[in-house]
Every structure is written in C-alpha cells, then in structure tokens.
C-alpha cells in the first residue's frame, strides 16, 4: 500500500492551497494592478511637474508684455479645436465624463475611441499646451482619463478582455489619477465611488483599494508626503461663525450650479444659441473664447491665467498677498470661457481657485469667523456644487488642507451646497456630460442598426420600385448618355 502524498493528507493544507487567493488568474489581474497603478502614479507626477514648467513658461512670455495673450491665446486655442476635431476628439475637456462612460458602456470600439493610448499622450501633451499660453483649466480631470486609459491599456495587455473586468480596471485607474494627482488616497477612493461608479460593490472594492495604495505609496516616495495647500490651522467655533457654513453653502452652491448649468450648453433653452454656434465654427469659436479669456486676463492683472493654484493657496494660507476682491467672479468667467473652448482640460482646481475668492468675498461679512476657516467653507462647498458630489468636495477639501477639525462644518456646507446647486443643475455635469456621450453612442448604434437591417433586406427581396413592388430590371445606361 503506497504512502499518502502530504497535500491528500492534510485536507486543511489543501483547502488553503485550493483557495481563489492563490489561483494564478488572481495573480496575473493583480499584478497587472499594481503595475498600472505604479504606472499612473508615474504619469501623474510627470504631469505634474510638467504642468508647473509649462505655466511657468507662460509666466515668463508676460513678461514680455501683458498684451501677447491677446494675439497667443486665441491663436493656440483655435489650433487646439481644430487638432482634436478629428481622431483625437475624446481627448478634449475634462476626461471625467470620458471615463463614467466607458465604465458603463461595454462595447470595445467604444472604450477604444475614449481611451486608446494615443488619446491618454495626446491628453496630456495638448493640456500642457493648453497652459502654456494661460488657459484657466487643471490638470486633475485630464489625470483621470489617462490614469484610467493607461490601466485599460495594460490591461488589455495582460490579456484581460472580459468587459467587466476591463470596467474594474478603468475604474481603478481612474481613482489612482485623482488620488495621485492631488496626493489624496482616501479622495481618490471616495471618488471613484461617488462620480465614477455611482455605487460601491464588493467585488471591487479590494481591486481599488489596493489600486489606490500602490499609487499613492509611489507618489509618497518620489514627491513625499505633503498637503496640496499646505497645512491650514482653522477650526469654526460654535454660535455666530456658524453663520458661515448657510452662506457658503447657498452662495457658492448656487454659483457652482450656475457654473455647470453654463457649460453644460443645454441643447434647448437660451445657451442652445452658443452650442450650435461653437458647432458650426469651432475653431473660431476656440479663438474667440481665448481671446475673452485673454481681455480677462487683462482686466484683472495677469491674475485669471492657469489653475488657479497660487491665488488658492493664498486665501486659504490667509496671506496679505490676496489677488483682490472680485478674483472669484472673475475666474468663474475664465472659467466658463475656457471649457466653453472644447480645448482640452478640467475644471477641479480652476473651481477650488473660485471658491476660494468667494470664500474670502463672504468672510468680510462675518467677522467674527477666522477668515481661513469661511475660505476653506467656500473652496469646498463651491466644489460641490459645480461637480455634485458632496462627499468627494469634502474629503479633497480636508486633505489638501491637512484640516481635520473642519469636518463637520465642511460636510454640512458641502451638503447644502449640492442642494443648492441642483436648482440650476440638478444632474450632475460630469454625470450629464457622460450620458450625454452614453445616448449619442446608442443613437449611432441604432442608426447603424437600422442600415444594416435596410441593407438585409434589400438583399434578400431584391431592388423595389417607388410603391415597394419589386423593380424591373432596367437596363444600363450608356456612357453617352449625361448623368442627372
């Protein structure tokens, strides 16, 4: 009789052996995460550093003089529209929509279209173009799109062609974009959940997870660990300050909504107008708003050009160096112009650059309330109001800001704020922008349908004359003849 071999003795040992953690189909999606997150983490950091040199540069051809944007904005701008008026057309805008879109929508021409590698370089290098010459745009939402086309790429690569699997790795990519762009992990989970997925699901959660952690282990490592805005000590004491949290969260909650309900451009009502006319002629339409941006730019001192970032960091560090009173109703406006563009770029850290001066605009009517505090209120709740998601504005908020004692009053502004903002715009505009993405694909679909369906059946009844009986043969028509 032959000696058991050890694993038929020891069922427990092979009852852990047989379990799906070591199955190497497991493994092989694991490591293809990992590396697409180590990949995206990479990627954000290049651009990142990329973005400061190429707004840096702009800096340098003001100063120059201040009326070169004048005659450089526009010019880029149009050669943008007409550069990705073509194949490269996904890559214009934000990227966010992009991305909810192919996660709900399966089909791989589709994904191909919106996520291809050459739509992921081409986002980011007309991006970094785009800054060059002041767009009032950031860069967060383009790293969404291509931290989310780099790991659907890879996983492609790896051999991964289930749909659903694919959804997962999009997903993932998308949430280490955001996470690794502002060195934000639990805003990058919390976002991939509230705007991108729409839902939380278990079989996916540990996927994305772990997406989140390598990528923001690798930019820790190379860029170390620091708050966006730098740390801000500020808390909202309870009784009059509180005052602050009503008004952040209606005023800026209604002019986030306003802001998305612009450039939204609805196919009915009055900026129906200005969609079909940017249809039409797009590439001078770009020039236009680029030249808009650039009298702004004038108008208000160099001071609407880029992300936004420096004139953030000084409200919320409560600097003498402010960059004045109307600077939020002012970038609200650059704001608007530049995606109404169609140029490449997002709008995460221009609307925290707006919220931010509404904030400081509303803390000279309370002045009882630390002014870091109604301006940390005003950055987050106007975030949530131009993107709708609540819980992501407030968790962004707090961890660029390293402020953990504001949580209470940020949510609450933040919850208000969506309330408010739903007034103007109740879907919300990167939900809006994706189904709109989502019905244009259907409808293209069903017309392709309906062809096909036209082409079957003449072919199998033959050609039909004008009442739909079948045609007489007819003969050819001689060369001499002239054709109609």
């Not at 009844?461 to 060369?479: D, L, N, R, V, W």
Request: glycine letters at 10%.
């Amino acid at each position: 009789m032959s000696a058991e071999s050890p694993k038929a003795s020891n069922p427990r040992l092979r009852a852990v052996l047989g379990h799906e953690f070591f199955a190497p189909y497991q493994w092989k999606r694991r490591i293809a995460l990992w590396s697409g997150a180590i990949l995206v983490a990479l990627a954000a950091i290049l651009f990142a550093k990329t973005s400061d040199l190429a707004y840096a540069l702009f800096q340098k051809i003001l100063a120059h003089g201040i009326w070169i944007p004048l005659i450089l904005t526009p010019a880029v701008f149009g050669l943008l529209s007409w550069v990705t008026s073509g194949k490269l057309r996904a890559s214009r805008g934000s990227g966010i929509p992009q991305v909810i879109a192919t996660i709900h929508i399966d089909d791989e021409g589709f994904r191909s279209r919106m996520l291809a590698l050459p739509i992921a370089i081409s986002k980011m290098v007309l991006t970094l173009l785009a800054l060059m010459v002041g767009a009032s745009i950031g860069r967060e939402g383009p790293t969404v799109h291509v931290g989310a086309g780099l790991m659907y790429w890879l996983g492609r690569r790896f051999g991964f062609d289930d749909p659903k699997a694919l959804s997962r790795f999009i997903l993932a990519g998308g949430a280490a974009g955001i996470a690794a762009a502002f060195n934000t992990p639990l805003a990058g989970v919390v976002f991939a959940i509230e705007e991108l997925a729409g839902t939380f699901e278990h079989r996916f959660s540990g996927l994305l997870l772990t997406a989140v952690f390598v990528g923001g282990v690798v930019s820790l490592g190379i860029t170390g660990n620091y708050a966006y805005f730098g740390t801000v000590q500020t808390s909202l004491p309870l009784g009059h300050a509180w005052l602050a949290v009503l008004e952040c969260g209606i005023v800026c909650g209604l002019l986030g909504g306003l802001f998305a309900r612009l450039i939204l451009l609805s196919r009915n009502g009055p900026l129906a107008a200005i969609g079909r006319l940017r249809d039409r002629y797009p590439v001078w339409f770009a020039a236009g708003c680029g030249l808009s941006l650039a009298v702004l730019g004038v108008l208000s001192h160099n001071a609407v050009y880029g992300t936004g970032y420096e004139q953030a960091r000084a409200f919320v560090q409560d600097a003498s160096a402010t960059p004045g009173h109307s600077f939020g109703f002012v970038k609200l406006l650059a704001n608007v112009v530049s995606y109404w563009a169609g140029i490449p770029g997002g709008i995460f850290s221009p609307a925290l650059a707006v919220g931010a001066g509404l904030g400081h605009n509303i803390a000279l009517l309370l002045p009882h309330a630390p002014e870091a505090a109604v301006v940390l209120l005003g950055m987050s709740a106007y975030l949530s109001g131009v993107t709708g998601a609540p819980l992501t504005s407030a968790v962004i908020a707090m961890e660029l800001t390293n402020n953990q004692d504001m949580v209470i009053p940020i949510m609450a502004a933040c919850l208000l704020a969506r309330a408010a903002a739903s007034i103007f715009c109740p879907t919300p505009v990167y939900k809006d922008f994706a189904e709109r993405m989502i019905q244009d694909f259907e409808r293209q679909q069903a017309e392709r349908s309906k062809v096909d369906d036209e082409a079957s059946s003449v072919e199998q009844i033959g050609p039909t004359s004008t009442y739909g009986e079948p045609a007489a043969p007819t003969e050819p028509h001689s060369t001499d003849e002239p054709k109609p």
